[in-house]
């Protein structure tokens, strides 16, 4: 849960606590449950004839704050301004967040931490990943750079590193290429392999994974299997590249492709 106020523009989740005739007041959820209003002429474009056609009690929805006055204690909110896919991705942020906040739960019973400094540490963490679910996404990845920045005692970044193995998948994409590898040489087989496996002997990093498979002469298959689609395809191109001029340094030819229907028949 964050102190302090909104930003107008922000994307905020809230719980509607209250359906009147003229709009609908809601808790924010991330803001100690602060009352904001959602006007009828922001609940939804055009006419609206029956508010709870749009919300009703108990509903988690998400809004865009519109003005804040702390003053007054008056946080007015749009619902029409919120699109579907806002929608969403504001509330599996704030599902991650609530997530995170449980796990540092965890490590705050581990290593012993008082619960006011266990709030110290989320602002920390708030402050410097911008929300809590980021460092057990570094943590799982092994990026450190920045955990180690915020001056956490030892025992506290190993629980949260335990935590993170624990619980954090880390996201990743499965891709696949071909490549093609003639060498017209007695003992091209051979070298066709060696090849191969000079290609893939490299450490690729954290999270990643290459394996080579035959397909069919002269035909094999790159898969790759790394955290983010940019990476995945570098991989897979630079292996297949090693693999052709190892080939090529003894005679034979070599072409890649990147998916199967490009991959005609090579001689």
């Keep these: 849960m964050t102190k302090g106020w909104p930003n107008v523009g922000e994307l905020v989740v809230c719980t509607v606590t209250k359906v009147v005739d003229f709009g609908a007041f809601v808790a924010l959820d991330e803001y100690d449950n602060k009352e904001g209003l959602i006007h009828i002429s922001e609940v939804a474009s055009g006419w609206v004839k029956y508010i709870r056609d749009h919300v009703r009690e108990g509903q988690k929805i998400v809004c865009k704050v519109l003005d804040v006055n702390p003053k007054r204690g008056h946080i007015d909110l749009s619902f029409k301004d919120v699109n579907e896919h806002q929608r969403r991705e504001t509330i599996q942020l704030w599902k991650n967040d609530q997530k995170a906040s449980k796990w540092l739960q965890f490590v705050a019973d581990d290593t012993k931490i008082p619960p006011a400094e266990l709030e110290t540490m989320k602002d920390t963490i708030r402050d410097e990943f911008g929300n809590l679910y980021a460092i057990f ?24 590193l335990k935590v993170a193995h624990d619980n ?93 229907e490009e991959a005609k028949s090579f001689q």
């Design 137 to 160: 996404e570094d943590a799982v990845k092994g990026d450190m750079r920045t955990i180690n920045k915020l001056g956490f005692p030892q025992n506290v970044v190993d629980a949260i």
């Design 168 to 260: 954090v998948k880390v996201p990743s994409v499965d891709i696949s290429g071909y490549v093609d590898l003639i060498c017209p040489v007695s003992n091209g087989i051979d070298i066709i392999k060696k090849a191969l496996k000079a290609a893939n002997a490299g450490d690729a990093g954290e999270g990643i994974v290459v394996e080579i498979s035959y397909v069919g002469a002269p035909r094999y298959r790159i898969r790759v299997v790394a955290p983010d689609y940019k990476k995945a395809e570098n991989i897979l191109k630079n292996t297949a590249i090693q693999a052709i001029e190892q080939v090529k340094k003894h005679g034979g030819e070599g072409e890649f492709h990147r998916h199967m």
